[in-house]
C-alpha cells in the first residue's frame, strides 16, 4: 500500500512539472491522482484499526473466557466459605448462650470445634483481571453491562467482602488469644478448652462472633454476581466456549 501511495503521488509530481500538458488537464489528473492517495490512505487506515480492533477482541475474548473459570473455583470456595460462616455462627451462638453454672457439652464441642478453631477467608483469582486492568484492555469489553459488573464484583463487592471476613477473623483472634492465656491441661494432657469457653469473657467475645449475618449476606452479593458475569460471558460466546 505504501509502494502504490508513493507511486502515485510521483506520478501527481511528473504531471504538474510537464510543460506540455495544459493546466487544466493538470488540475483534472493531479486531482485524480490525490483523490486515489486520500482513498487508499483511508483505506490503510480502515484495515489498521480494524485489524487492532480484531486483536483487542481477541485479548477480551481470552480474557474473559479466563475470568468465567476464575469465577467457577472462586465460587466453589465462597460457597464453601458461607457454609463454614453459617455453621460459625451458629457455634458461637450457642456457646454464648450456655446459662450461668452450666457446661459446654462435649458432643456439642466435638460438633462445633472445627467452626470455633478454623479461620475461614477467601483467596480471590485475581490475578488475571488484575493483569487486564493494568494493562488498560477492561474498557475493550464491548458489553458495557458485563463491563460494569465485572468492575462492581473485583472493585467493590469483593473488597467489601474482604474487609468483613478480615475483622471477624481479628475477633476470633482476640477471642483464641484470650484461650491462650488461659488454656492449661489436665494430668492426661487434656487442655481445659470448654472450661474457658464457659468463662463470661470468652462468652462475650463468642457473642460477637455469632453474628454473621453481614458476612453470608456479602457472599450471597458476590456469588449473585460472578455467576451474572459467567451468564454474560456465556452470552457472548457459548456456554461450551473454552480460551
Known sequence: MEHEITGHGLKAYKIAKNS???IWKKAKEIGIEILIIVF????AAYFER??????EQSDAREFLLGLKTDLQHDITEMEADKESYRMSGRAFQYISTVPPGDSVRADSMRQYYRYINNYTGLIVNSGRYEGFKSSGKVMTIE???????IMDLYQEDIPNLLASTNYYTRRKEALWDFVSQHKTRDKNGNPNIRQILE?????NLGEN???TDEIIERYD???SKSKRIIGRIDEEYGPAAAH
Open 199 to 203: 468463662m463470661d469473657q470468652a462468652k
Open 221 to 223: 452479593t458476590a456469588i
Open 50 to 55: 480494524w485489524k487492532e480492533h480484531n486483536h
Open 209 to 211: 462472633l455469632s453474628f
Open 40 to 43: 487508499a490512505v483511508s483505506l
Open 143 to 149: 458489553n458495557k453491562e458485563l463491563q460494569n459488573d
Open 20 to 22: 506540455s500538458i495544459s
